[in-house]
């Protein structure tokens, strides 16, 4: 299986664990929640849909609300499928959403897994924030130095292009940075007594600020920086 069939079964799997759906609105979803699949087709999706089900992954049933009924009335053609997440499938997307090895760092897959972190342990959530951070630590060590080989011998508008692509990489190392001090201070907390109304919140967010009704010092007010 291609890194890429593996993201978009990772994220099938974790939509269709929040509830039944139709291929179009499994699309439409991995379109407008995930960027990295905003531009696959049917042609893509379904043959994956079709082997999830081959392994016992997910289900078809016949669409049953009322639009469903309508339409396959008025065009004589069966009503939509919908897939749903069956037991098995519930344990593969938790076996997969637990994994933390170097393919949970890589651009693409990093990007559907911080898509699901709501669905995820908190140590896991480190892991994976800790080793993304290592990995563009690592890339933006390697940009700077071949910056340096190279900038006299480069145009501007090519030396800017190179200055973007760092300065995308810091701000995403400062990104990730308030995470994990986000979920640092969330483990934190958790392990001191809290009263009855602060324990019935301090899972929710999985670590990440409040707005609005926070108590959690905004990390841009830090003074010690």
């Known amino acids: 299986m291609s890194r890429r069939s593996g993201i978009l079964e990772f994220a099938i799997l974790g939509l269709l664990r929040e509830s039944p759906m139709h ?12 960027g990295v699949f905003r531009a696959f087709s049917y042609g893509t999706l379904y043959p994956c849909l079709k082997t999830l089900v081959a392994n016992g992954w997910l289900i078809e049933e016949p669409g049953n609300t009322p639009e469903d009924a309508l339409a396959a009335s008025l065009t004589g053609r069966r009503a939509k499928i919908v897939y749903r997440l069956t037991a098995d499938g519930k344990e593969r997307f938790e076996e997969l959403l637990s994994q933390t090895g170097p393919d949970a760092y890589e651009d693409e897959t990093f990007a559907a897994r911080f898509a699901f972190f709501g669905q995820t342990e908190r140590d896991v959530r480190m892991r994976v924030l800790e080793g993304r951070r290592s990995r563009l630590e690592e890339r933006l060590e390697k940009m700077r130095a071949s910056f340096a080989r190279t900038r006299e011998r480069l145009d501007d508008y090519t030396l800017e292009l190179q200055r973007h692509g760092m300065e995308s990489v810091e701000r995403e190392v400062r990104w990730l940075n308030e995470l994990i001090e986000s979920e640092r201070a969330g483990r934190d907390r958790r392990s001191e007594p809290a009263s009855d109304a602060q324990q019935d919140t301090s899972g929710e967010t999985g670590g990440l600020p409040r707005h609005g009704g926070s108590t959690r010092p905004d990390p841009s007010d830090d003074t010690t920086k």
């Open 23 to 34: 291929g179009y609105e499994l699309r439409k979803r991995l379109n407008t929640s995930l």
